[in-house]
C-alpha cells in the first residue's frame, strides 16, 4: 500500500472539472503566429504614402472654416459705423420719452454746443448722448415749430436757416412733448425735422402734387 502522493506532471494543475485552463501568454500556436507575421507584412508605413486623401479634405475644410469666421469677425469690427448726429438725437429723445413716462416728471432736453452732446434731466435724474466727432463741424439746434420766426441766409452755397432757437425742449409723462423742429448742422449741409407734439416722432413732409 502506497501512502506518498502522486506527483503532479509539470503543466498540469489540480483544477477542477470542467474548468478551462489558461494558455501560456508565451506559448502561440504555429497558426496564430504565422497570421499575425503575414497581417504585419500587408501593413504599409505611413510614413511611405504620407497623409490620406480624407485627412487632407478635413484640414483644408479646417483652414477655410477658420478663414471664414475671422473674415466675417473682421468685417463687422470694421463695418460698425459711427452713428450718425440724428441716431444720436433720436436716442436721446426715446431716453428722454421714457424718463419722463417712468419718473412722472417733465424732463428737459439740450444739446451742449461745446461738448457737442445733448442732455437731459427731469431734475434729480438724467442722461446724455455725444455726437461722434468725424472731423466735420457738426451742430444741433431747435427752433420754433413754426417757421415764421425765422429766416434763410445762404452759407456754402446752401440756404441756411437761422432764427431764434430754443435753449430746451420739453417732454411730458402723458408722452408728449414741446412742438419744435431740430436743426442740423453737418458741415456746410444742414436738414431741419419737424417733430410732432403728440408722438414726438418726426412729422411725415407732404409731398408736392405734380
Keep these: ?31 496564430e503566429h ?10 504599409t508605413p505611413r510614413s511611405a504614402f504620407g497623409f490620406t486623401m480624407l485627412e487632407i479634405l ?14 466675417v469677425g473682421g468685417r463687422r469690427m470694421f463695418a460698425e459705423e459711427t452713428p450718425t448726429p440724428e441716431e444720436v438725437f433720436w436716442q436721446a429723445c426715446r431716453s428722454a ?4 413716462a417712468i419718473s412722472d416728471r417733465d424732463v428737459t432736453l439740450r444739446f451742449d454746443e461745446k461738448e457737442k452732446k445733448l442732455l437731459w434731466t427731469n431734475g434729480t435724474s438724467g442722461g446724455e448722448a455725444a455726437f461722434a466727432t468725424t472731423g466735420r463741424e457738426v451742430g444741433l ?17 446752401q440756404a441756411v436757416e437761422v ?7 420739453k417732454f411730458y409723462p402723458d408722452g408728449t ?23 414726438c416722432a418726426p412729422v411725415l ?6
Excluded at 34 to 41: F, G, N
Excluded at 58 to 71: F, K, R, W
Design 34 to 43: 504565422k497570421l499575425r507575421h503575414a497581417h504585419s507584412a500587408l501593413r
Design 163 to 169: 432764427g431764434e432757437g430754443l435753449p430746451r425742449v
Design 1 to 31: 500500500m502506497l501512502t506518498g502522493k502522486m506527483p503532479v506532471p509539470p503543466g498540469k494543475g489540480c483544477l477542477p472539472a470542467g474548468v478551462p485552463r489558461l494558455r501560456d501568454e508565451g506559448a502561440v500556436p504555429a497558426h
Design 97 to 100: 420719452q421714457e424718463l419722463a
Design 58 to 71: 478635413l484640414v483644408l475644410a479646417l483652414i477655410a472654416m477658420l478663414t471664414s469666421v475671422m473674415v
Design 141 to 157: 439746434q431747435f427752433l420754433p415749430a413754426s417757421k415764421n420766426s425765422s429766416s434763410l441766409i445762404l452759407l456754402g452755397g
Design 177 to 199: 412733448c414741446t412742438a419744435f423742429r431740430a436743426l442740423f448742422r453737418i458741415g456746410a449741409a444742414s436738414r431741419s425735422i419737424a417733430i410732432d407734439p403728440w408722438t
Design 205 to 210: 413732409e407732404k409731398k408736392e402734387a405734380q
